[in-house]
T-cell receptor, first 114, second 111 residues
Framework: DTGVSQDPRHKITKRGQNVTFRCDPI?????LYWYRQTLGQGPEFLTY????????KSRLLSDRFSAERPKGSFSTLEIQRTEQGDSAMYLC????????????FGPGTRLLVL | EDQVTQSPEALRLQEGESSSLNCSYT??????LFWYRQDPGKGPEFLFT???AGEEKEKERLKATLTKKESFLHITAPKPEDSATYLC????????????FGAGTRLFVKA
């Protein structure tokens, strides 16, 4: 257990529905990443937060995806109007003090869109 | 374009049979190269960070090395519990905060 938690761990939804995932990073960590991982592939970068500021977002991310990190604590990732191609594992990782680049990953949220 | 390629895709070893996993990378200035281990259904677990060519790091049966074009993860006398997917990732100096992962090498160690 890395100390990073994600909720829910599993989500099944129907195409067209909206879903929201939550990530709670290690408490003293001020930086946070979201990734998407499909079977047989490595994690794919989605977005990056430093405190509450979203500093980078993948160009591959459609407008249906949005992420927030209010007050620089937990973060949420929302997918609107889900599509079957959104089925994947969504991973969150947190990092502590700048200069220490170790990312601590949560267990992930597995999304299945029917 | 920044890129990471891992080989082989899968590797089957007998217990005690040492081998190496390769990670080739193309980045516009390397900020750092990372190795992670991932077990099925779980998030990646950090192993090593390497910053400059010639650097080496060790942990139990694992040793990571770095050149200007690639990194190797050497596994000495592996045990069945070393079976996992090993992921390589890079951050580029000019890549902002983006971390680019390879597809991983799936290692199977048979007793």
């Amino acid at each position: 257990d890395t100390g990073v938690s994600q909720d829910p761990r599993h989500k099944i939804t129907k195409r067209g529905q909206n879903v929201t995932f939550r990530c709670d990073p290690i408490s003293e960590h001020n930086r946070l990443y979201w990734y998407r991982q499909t079977l047989g592939q490595g994690p794919e970068f989605l977005t990056y937060f430093q405190n509450e500021a979203q500093l980078e977002k993948s160009r591959l991310l459609s407008d249906r995806f949005s992420a927030e990190r209010p007050k620089g604590s937990f973060s949420t990732l929302e997918i609107q109007r889900t599509e079957q191609g959104d089925s994947a594992m969504y991973l969150c990782a947190s990092i502590g003090t700048s200069g220490q680049e170790t990312q601590y990953f949560g267990p992930g949220t597995r999304l299945l869109v029917l | 374009e920044d890129q990471v390629t891992q080989s082989p895709e899968a590797l089957r070893l007998q217990e005690g049979e040492s081998s190496s996993l390769n990670c080739s990378y193309t980045v516009s200035g390397l900020r750092g190269l990372f190795w992670y281990r991932q077990d099925p259904g779980k998030g990646p677990e950090f192993l090593f960070t390497l910053y400059s060519a010639g650097e080496e790091k060790e942990k139990e049966r694992l040793k990571a090395t770095l050149t200007k074009k690639e990194s190797f993860l050497h596994i000495t006398a592996p045990k069945p519990e070393d079976s996992a997917t090993y992921l390589c990732a890079v951050q580029a100096v000019t890549g902002g905060f983006k971390t680019i992962f390879g597809a991983g090498t799936r290692l199977f160690v048979k007793a």
